[in-house]
């Protein structure tokens, strides 16, 4: 059964850093390439950043470029998202979601989500 | 607001085929292909159609997709109960960007 599993969110100060951390299971992971996605509480979707399976190829959204930094670490089956400079409009709960075995990155394809963990930024 | 534009409601009674649009530009929907998300209450996003008129395995085929030009639209036909969700197209952008619209909530009367 195909898992990923978020972890890593919970309140932080504007200004601060905060590392998400994805795991996944149930699959081959190094076969696909894989997204952040995060939803704003009771609104809609936003598209943070994807990577391809071998990490040569990384994109961000406007928003977040210079601030976040998409990785993953094959050998672990994990993904992550280093959250630098964290503002209140990146409150959110924060989705890691994968695109379809061979997929390219530039594609919103995502056939598999995890439940999400949500980011708080306040003081 | 978002780069791709979705009316915010819609609603049918059981049995009744909607549809949702969503209207984009030439550098989203008028050269890349279209996704639609299901999104129960409490629940994670899950894909109905990808590549503007697919179904992955188990996804009923009363859910159908199509494109033209920039836009594209998701048809639900034989509406019900369970159908009641948020629904959201998704295209890659060639700003370098991934967007969503901005989701319409599905209501069966």
Redesign the interface.
């Known amino acids: 059964e195909v898992q990923l599993v978020e972890s890593g969110g919970g309140l932080v100060q504007p200004g601060r850093s905060l590392r998400l951390s994805c795991a996944v299971s149930g699959f081959t992971f190094d076969d696909y390439a894989m997204h952040w996605v995060r939803q704003t509480p009771g609104k809609g979707l936003e598209w943070v950043s994807g990577i391809s399976w071998n990490s040569a190829r990384i994109v961000y959204a406007d928003s977040v470029k210079g601030r976040f930094a998409i990785s993953r670490d094959n050998a672990k089956n994990s993904l992550y998202l280093q959250m630098n400079s964290l503002r209140g409009e990146d409150t959110a709960l924060y989705y890691c979601a994968r695109a379809p075995a061979g997929i390219a990155v530039a594609v919103m394809t995502f056939d598999s989500w995890g439940q999400g963990t949500l980011v708080t930024v306040s003081s | 607001q978002?780069v791709l534009t979705q009316p915010p409601s819609a609603s049918g009674t059981p049995g009744q085929r909607v549809t949702i649009s969503c209207s984009g530009s030439s550098s989203n929907i008028g050269s890349?292909?279209v996704?639609w998300?299901q999104?129960l209450p409490g629940t994670?996003?899950?894909?109905l159609i990808?590549?503007n008129n697919q179904r992955?395995s188990g996804v009923p085929d009363r859910f159908s997709g199509s494109k033209s030009g920039t836009s594209a639209s998701l048809a639900i036909s034989g509406l019900q109960s369970e159908d009641e969700a948020d629904y959201?197209c998704?295209?890659?952008d060639d700003s370098?960007?991934?967007?969503?619209?901005?989701?319409t909530k599905l209501t069966v009367l």
Do not use: E, M, R
């Open positions: 978002s890349n292909t996704n998300y999104q994670a996003p899950k894909i990808y590549s992955p959201y998704a295209v890659w370098l960007n991934g967007v969503f619209g901005g989701g």
